[in-house]
């Protein structure tokens, strides 16, 4: 079995900064991509920024130049480093692994419980 465990979040003025941290612990034979999604009240989850095995690293426009996503393979954790924070990125922000447990030659889908960003003066 794998976990995910999120941290960071919390309450910033704009302008502001926060990172989170995921670590993944359990079965892990290997990880691939890692993920941020977010979600808003009333709107559908998002994907804000993901990073590949390799570090390359790909960031939704409406974070571009403000948000950096990177991972530390060897403590199976990624991080999602957001500055100038601004209201609109109020959420709830979840981590996505894809994770291949020992034994098997298939990835599964792991998600975080998710922590809450909120943006507000």
């Known amino acids: 079995q794998v976990q995910l465990v999120e941290s960071g979040g919390g309450l910033v003025q704009p302008g502001g900064s926060l990172r989170l941290s995921c670590a993944a612990s359990g079965s892990i034979f290997s990880i691939g991509a890692m993920n941020w999604y977010r979600q808003a009240p009333g709107k559908q989850r998002e994907l804000v920024a993901g990073i590949s095995t390799g570090g390359n690293t790909n960031v939704a426009d409406s974070v571009k130049g403000r948000f950096i996503i990177s991972r530390d393979n060897a403590k199976n954790t990624v991080y999602l480093q957001m500055n100038s924070l601004k209201p609109e990125d109020t959420a709830v922000y979840y981590c996505?692994?894809?994770?291949?447990?020992?034994?098997?030659?298939?990835?599964?889908?792991?998600w975080g419980q998710g922590t809450q960003v909120t943006v507000s003066s």
């Open positions: 996505n692994f894809l994770i291949r447990p020992p034994g098997s030659l298939l990835y599964v889908d792991c």
